[in-house]
């Protein structure tokens, strides 16, 4: 059913017309023009339709952080062995490999050939946990920075969550990707250019025409992989590191060994992962964000987005 057909139907009432509309990923602007409604009435339908409150307090729910993750640092600038023994050096068990996709329980440094720059590689963690995990990640940074580590636009920073509980929940992976696409635009902001839109091949869109209705009719994860990213892993979000890490990844960060921008990427991300659980974001601009985020990550990001419009 199309807008007009939506639009025109006699039989539908203003309640059931928001709620197709919001599914056809028409924003509340559009609706609120088309139907001559204010926006609080549409989100009160959409809180309905998804269990999401109408309370920012009580959507920003809190949380103890304790998932898994784990995070992958692309750099350049520093000999792998060197990188590995001073990592060492820092309590850190590191070792320096071969090109691999295989988890190790230590941190490992391997070669990347999409990063460009003497001495090119990628820094892996192990699975992580929760507050230690990123404990772990500050020390690494330190050693990166203390090194002469450096970045450039060839460079990224992936997250990996453990979700392998979430497999058969259909609601979290529909309302994951879905907020994702919805807030993309927003992201794209807190990013440089090398990392918007679809302009890198190494962490494509998610946005799609007819996004939200194609999930709906998905029942497993295959189906909605193949819906989304049709297996191909270079998205902003990579769905099919499930199937072999069974994590979700998080690809758009740009790259970075400042410890403040990863803590903040992994804690923003992992509030997006539990809220996804239950909800589906109201707002689809850059205050959508606070639907989940804290005040300080917030504030964070509206400096990050002033300071990269400049």
Request: proline share 1%; aromatic share 8%.
């Amino acid at each position: 059913m199309n807008t007009n057909h939506i639009l025109e139907n006699a039989n539908l009432n203003k309640s059931d017309k928001i709620r197709l509309l919001l599914a056809a990923g028409i924003s509340h602007d559009e609706i609120a023009t088309l139907l001559n409604v204010n926006n609080g009435f549409i989100r009160n339908v959409q809180a309905k339709v998804y269990g999401v409150s109408r309370s920012r307090t009580q959507r920003k729910s809190v949380y103890t952080f304790t998932r898994t993750f784990g995070v992958e640092i692309e750099a350049f600038g520093v000999e792998r062995n060197v990188l590995a023994a001073e990592l060492r050096s820092a309590g850190i068990a590191c070792e320096s490999e071969g090109y691999n996709h295989t988890t190790r329980d230590h941190w490992k440094v391997v070669v990347d050939a999409s990063v460009s720059g003497d001495n090119a590689f990628e820094l892996v963690s192990p699975v992580l946990t929760g507050e230690d995990g990123l404990a772990q990640v500050a020390t690494v940074c330190e050693v990166l920075n203390r090194l002469g580590a450096k970045v450039n636009k060839t460079c990224g920073l992936h997250v990996h969550f453990g979700v392998e509980e979430l497999r058969h929940d259909m609601k979290f992976w529909r309302n994951l990707i879905n907020n994702y696409a919805n807030m993309e635009p927003s992201v794209d902001a807190l990013m440089p250019h090398s990392r918007r839109g679809n302009t890198n091949a190494y962490c494509r869109t998610m946005i799609a025409t007819g996004l939200s209705e194609r999930l709906n009719r998905c029942h497993s994860l295959e189906t909605i992989e193949r819906e989304t990213t049709r297996g191909n892993r270079y998205h902003k979000l990579n769905i099919s590191s499930f199937w072999r890490h069974r994590t979700v990844e998080f690809r758009q960060h740009s790259g970075t060994t400042d410890f403040d921008k990863i803590e903040k990427w992994v804690r923003w991300t992992s509030r997006l992962i539990e809220f996804s659980r239950h909800s589906y974001v109201v707002e689809h601009n850059f205050d959508g964000l606070r639907e989940f985020a804290t005040a300080d990550i917030h504030a964070f990001y509206a400096a990050r987005r002033l300071q990269l419009a400049a």
